[in-house]
């Protein structure tokens, strides 16, 4: 029989078994030449280029975290190469395998794609089948159907490429199915799995899971051979091979008992040194505290960053009012989706007002200023004879305020309980504290208001400096006063200068040190 007879028939079956498999009706279905588009002669190129032939075996691996696809061929060595990394368009759901219908997950595992999963007749350009649930999904009870990799950049739990990349891994698939090639390997993994992503990912919910694909994958690094998959007790089972003494072959049940099998020895040797030097570097890993990876929370899916800014999306109102979501940005035809699924975008809070900045309060003390000097023929002025009047001197802005206070007069006083007089309002913007005066009231006047504020307590004065007020005080004739209570004092009589024995003189705020030392 001639080959293009063969190829031929070959095709007319895929074509047939796609539409059954879709469970469309064949009257229905128009074939077109998407299925049946050439290789690019820059792909046969770069084929020829690695020692490969055009119709040799292939075998296919998805990463979900990086959103690329590779496609490896067997080379005339007899080992598969790599041909060619596709950037993934659109996948969706969360890292992890797929359990139930319409949680938007995207398979993770080892699945077989026979000629008959090819879907020629694609809504989305070309597609073919996941083979989703397999073996190992059935027997954990896991639902779903029709995941597929297929074109048009859209996933509702797929891998969505674009139709230009579709076409030409179809194409690559289609040349080894005529090559003789009865199915390829798929193989879906989370992120690529080194020794340091899982140690990323070790607090992950699927890190057991992770670690049983991981040996899958372990296999395909250290032989660069298809690993022989099967499922027993519920898990995967790798390259597993009859004892030397078995009478029959063996005979895996998902979810009976595995049989005795040990690893196949063509290829024990380079698994288990592979498999040895991974664990070791994913217990270094750990032993570092190596940061791990945080929950991809709120995020639906992924798409290759080459994909970021073409799938720009903007809404659109249709004549109903609903919106929906359109790619943004100028597009090759078929090189991008018709109907774009972006990934969900991140909330992100939007950043808190600056709260308004308090007014600053800032302590008013009044600037010492040098004594007048006396003119000529002048006596000089009379020194002060107590200790307000001398402080009177250095810090008052006029002679009523170096007047010393008589006892009629009310003393406000520092650290004490007594209320202090009411001041003005100032008209500035800010705010200052100002320093205690010394009010004189009198007889005919009225009190003055009581003050919105107290005065804090402050420590008493050294007792030195009180010892030298009272010494300067000239004692006056006992007489009948009002009582006056101090924070440090209690009911005491009053001197002549106006103060308690044992109270702190009334000095300006902020300046205790210096004013103190003056006395000196």
Not at 77 to 85: R, S
Request: hydrophobic share 35%; glycine share 6%; with cysteine.
């Amino acid at each position: 029989m001639k080959r293009p007879f063969v190829r031929a028939l070959l095709a007319s079956a895929a074509i047939a078994a796609a539409i059954s498999l879709a469970g469309c009706d064949a009257e229905n279905v128009v074939p077109t030449g998407r299925s049946q588009a050439p290789l690019s002669e820059k792909t046969l190129a770069e084929i020829a280029s690695k020692n490969m032939e055009k119709d040799s075996p292939i075998l296919a691996r998805i990463f979900k975290e990086e959103a690329e696809m590779e496609i490896w061929k067997k080379n005339r060595d007899g080992q598969y190469a790599l041909l060619k990394t596709y950037p993934i368009c659109r996948w969706s759901g969360d890292l992890g395998p797929k359990k139930k219908e319409g949680d938007r997950q995207a398979p993770e595992g080892f699945y077989t794609i026979t000629p008959g999963q090819m879907n020629p007749a694609s809504n989305y350009y070309l597609a073919f089948n996941t083979g989703f649930p397999n073996s190992y999904d059935r027997a954990w009870g896991y639902t779903g159907s029709e995941l597929m990799v297929h074109g048009d950049c859209s996933s509702r739990g797929c891998y969505a490429m674009t139709d230009e990349q579709i076409q030409e891994i179809y194409a690559l698939a289609r040349e080894s199915f005529f090559g003789g090639q009865k199915s390829f390997q798929l193989e879906a993994f989370p992120f690529r799995m080194t020794a340091l992503n899982m140690a990323k990912h070790r607090n992950n919910p699927n890190f057991a899971f992770w670690k049983m694909i991981k040996e899958g994958y372990d296999h395909f690094e250290a032989t660069r051979q298809e690993p022989k998959v099967a499922v027993c007790e519920k898990r995967y089972v790798f390259d597993a091979a009859a004892p030397a003494n078995a009478t029959r072959p063996l005979s895996f049940n998902a979810r009976g008992k595995c049989p005795a099998y040990q690893l196949d020895p063509n290829v024990a040797d380079a698994v288990l040194d592979h498999r040895r030097q991974e664990q070791f570097r994913m217990a270094s890993f750990i032993a570092e505290d190596v940061s791990t990876v945080p929950a991809r929370r709120g995020i639906d899916g992924g798409t290759n960053p080459v994909f970021e800014s073409k799938l720009a999306s903007h809404n659109v109102f249709d004549n109903s009012g609903h919106a929906y979501q359109v790619a943004g940005g100028s597009l090759a035809p078929g090189a991008l989706p018709r109907t774009p699924n972006p990934p969900a975008a991140k909330i992100v809070p939007p950043p808190r007002a600056a709260e308004p900045s308090r007014p600053v309060v800032m302590a008013r003390v009044p600037i010492p200023q040098a004594a007048p000097q006396p003119k000529e023929g002048e006596a000089p002025p009379e020194q002060p004879k107590s200790i307000t009047g001398l402080l009177a001197n250095m810090f008052g802005g006029s002679k009523a305020q170096a007047e010393p206070a008589t006892d009629d007069q009310a003393v406000v006083l520092r650290g004490s309980n007594t209320e202090m007089a009411a001041k003005p309002k100032r008209a500035a913007p800010v705010r200052t504290a100002s320093a205690p005066v010394v009010l004189h009231r009198k007889p005919h006047e009225a009190a003055p208001a009581k003050p919105k504020a107290l005065a804090t307590n402050v420590p008493a004065p050294p007792a030195r400096h009180v010892q030298q007020a009272q010494k300067q005080a000239t004692p006056r004739k006992p007489e009948s006063k009002p009582e006056i209570r101090t924070a440090y004092s209690n009911t005491r009589e009053a001197n002549n200068s106006g103060l308690l024995a044992g109270a702190q003189p009334v000095v300006p705020a902020g300046s205790f040190d210096n004013r103190w030392t003056a006395l000196r």
